[in-house]
């Protein structure tokens, strides 16, 4: 095969783009909920451990995922 016709990526590289897309939809899954139904009531939930700290570590866990899937160069299997 010639470059013309190769992809700009090599299968491990999309391969860790969806892994990095799952990994930051799970932080997103962990950064939602905390809501109130009567809001003459505040909720603590809004500010516990999981929404403050661990949320965003999983966010930031799959932007670099994804990071590493863009910039990374993997050799291809010929």
């Keep these: 095969m010639n470059n013309s ?4 990526t090599t ?3 999309l391969k860790l ?3 990095g ?4 939809a799970a932080g997103f899954l962990l950064l939602s ?3 109130s139904d009567d809001p ?3 909720n603590y939930a809004m500010f516990d451990m999981r929404r ?3 949320a965003p570590i999983v966010i930031v866990a799959g932007i670099v995922v994804e990071v590493i899937a863009i910039m990374g160069h993997f050799k ?3």
């Design 17 to 19: 783009m969806i892994a």
């Design 52 to 54: 403050l700290v661990a």
């Design 5 to 8: 016709e190769k992809m700009a």
């Design 33 to 35: 909920g905390g809501g």
């Design 11 to 13: 299968a491990k590289g």
């Design 21 to 24: 897309l799952l990994v930051m």
């Design 40 to 42: 003459q009531v505040f």
């Design 76 to 78: 291809e299997k010929e």
